[in-house]
DNA sequence: ACATTAACGATGA
DNA sequence: TCATCGTTAATGT
């Protein structure tokens, strides 16, 4: 049996991207031949805050995610970038400085398609162009919700939302109920500290809403999880 | 009150 | 062996 090589598992990435099944033989041939993959540890820099935005950037495998890292060494993320995703196109359309840092958080293959490519892809095809807005539309959606649940202040509701929108179909198409996330990192993600994450996961585990694991989570009641992020509970 | 950091041992991969 | 987990204690706002 051949192995699968990091290639195969680019070009497979590129056509389970929902936006592929609308571009033409050519545009689709030119994004798989200007499309490059590189593989990341846990922990390493996949693009670092201050750099051009010189890609569109895709998750082929494993887990990244956006953060700040304050002069004093703090940092604060804001957003878990699960695989099948894609992230900073806002950047790479403004054309601006990368904002933010994004690390990998777990072993990761990383997928990065030329701003070129990109923009000539948002100007040619309008299915792309209107899938482009249908993402934005929906990260808009997810920062407004998570304002909603920092405002309730109720760190389970916090967790619960963070585990909600990494499992959000809207947004993450394809995602699977089962995700390989440390509580560490649900914790960062949250705003909260590991100890709380730990507590609020646990007693949704109580009430049938997840499955814990090791260095895992598995939603098996997201409609209860999304009522907790949305304070609708109790 | 309730969250955070620090610390510890236990345990899974 | 190391990452991750579960828990407790001290500290901070």
Request: charged share 20%; hydrophobic share 45%; aromatic share 8%.
């Amino acid at each position: 049996m051949l192995a699968v090589t990091p290639a195969d598992k680019l070009r497979r990435f590129l056509e389970a991207s929902a936006w592929m099944q609308s571009l033409t033989p050519e545009q689709a041939e030119r994004v798989q031949r200007d499309t490059l993959a590189r593989s990341f540890d846990t922990g390493a820099m996949v693009c670092a805050r201050g750099a051009p935005s010189a890609h569109w950037i895709g998750v082929v495998e494993g887990m990244l995610k956006v953060e700040t890292v304050t002069a004093g060494g703090k940092s604060a993320s804001f957003i878990g970038v699960p695989s099948g995703a894609w992230v900073g196109e806002g950047s790479v359309i403004k054309g601006e400085l990368r904002p933010y840092d994004i690390v990998a958080i777990r072993d990761s293959i990383v997928a990065y398609m030329p701003r070129a490519t990109f923009l000539w892809l948002m100007q040619e095809n309008h299915h792309f162009s209107r899938w482009l807005i249908d993402q934005l539309n929906a990260r808009l959606g997810h920062f407004i919700a998570m304002v909603q649940s920092l405002r309730l202040n109720d760190t389970n509701a916090q967790v619960a939302y963070c585990l909600a929108s990494l499992f959000n179909q809207d947004l993450y198409p394809g995602s699977r109920s089962q995700l390989a996330i440390s509580q560490e990192e649900i914790g960062r993600l949250s705003g909260v500290s590991r100890q709380i994450a730990n507590r609020a996961l646990h007693e949704m585990q109580d009430k049938g809403i997840v499955r814990i694991g090791y260095g895992s989570i598995e939603v098996l009641d997201l409609p209860a999880l999304q009522a907790i992020a949305a304070g609708n509970n109790e």
